[in-house]
């Protein structure tokens, strides 16, 4: 495995793209995620293809659905080999539970991490679907019932970490993404964060996609964050 803490976000829609991007990448400088997007035209060969050629992956499906079919979902992507795996909280304990359990005898387990509230919800989002509260207290709620069911962590943005490290005192492995280089664009993220203050505030991976995947030298550009969060 490898030791960065950066997890470089895959957000492309054709495998060509993604295959030329990669060419650039160095396994010992990052690992990858691929989300919903790339794994609908790749599939689980391509995820297997960047885990041969040594990448730590997170499959970033966040599956939620009926206990058993996640369950299952859990033990393939186990067998594929990934690094990382993650649910929706909303799927409730039985389902993170069941999730855990799924994996749980593999050799190598895949981290299992839990989607709280999406960072695209605000109040009134909450309040269409039902969820009493605000955003915020609905991500403590559901980071500790994520803890409480086995989970290994959540996805939180890294304004979030220093709270929910208050209120989970386990270990508690907390994935952010919202991450800029100071003086770089920020894109349509709302509240970012540099790399170092992000782990300096709790974090233990940081999620980066365009600064890195626009990068005219993606290379240079992982050694200067590594760099800055050594
Ligand atoms: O390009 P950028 O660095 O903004 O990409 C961030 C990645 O993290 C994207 O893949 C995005 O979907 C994902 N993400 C996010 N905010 C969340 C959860 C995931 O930006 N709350």
New binding site residues.
């Given amino acids: 495995m490898t030791k960065s803490k950066v997890v470089v976000?895959l957000?492309f829609s054709t495998i060509i793209q993604a295959k030329i991007f990669i060419d650039q990448l160095d396994p010992n400088l990052c690992k990858l995620?691929i989300?919903k997007e790339l794994f609908t035209v790749g599939g689980s060969s391509f995820v297997e293809k960047c885990i041969n050629l040594g990448f730590d992956v997170f499959l970033d499906l966040k599956y939620h659905d009926i206990p058993n079919t996640v369950a299952k979902a859990c033990t393939l992507a186990a067998n594929m080999g990934v690094w990382m795996v993650n649910v929706h909280c909303l799927g409730g304990r039985k389902m993170m539970v069941a999730a855990k359990d799924a994996i749980s005898n593999f050799q190598h387990q895949p981290i299992l991490i839990g989607v709280t509230i999406?960072?695209s919800m605000h109040q009134e989002d909450l309040n269409e679907v039902g969820l009493v509260g605000s955003p915020k207290h609905n991500v403590i709620r559901l980071a500790k019932l994520a803890n409480l069911s086995g989970l290994d962590g959540v996805?939180c943005?890294a304004q979030e970490t220093s709270l929910i490290r208050q209120e989970i005192t386990t270990d508690f492995c907390l994935v952010t993404?919202?991450?800029r280089l100071e003086g770089t664009k920020t894109?349509d993220?709302q509240r970012v964060m540099t790399p170092k203050n992000a782990l300096l505030s709790g974090s233990d991976y940081l999620?980066?996609?365009?600064?890195i995947t626009q990068s005219q030298d993606p290379i240079a550009t992982l050694i200067d964050i590594n760099n800055s969060i050594s």
């Fill in positions: 976000a957000d995620k989300g999406l960072t996805v943005s993404p919202g991450i894109n993220q999620v980066i996609g365009r600064p």
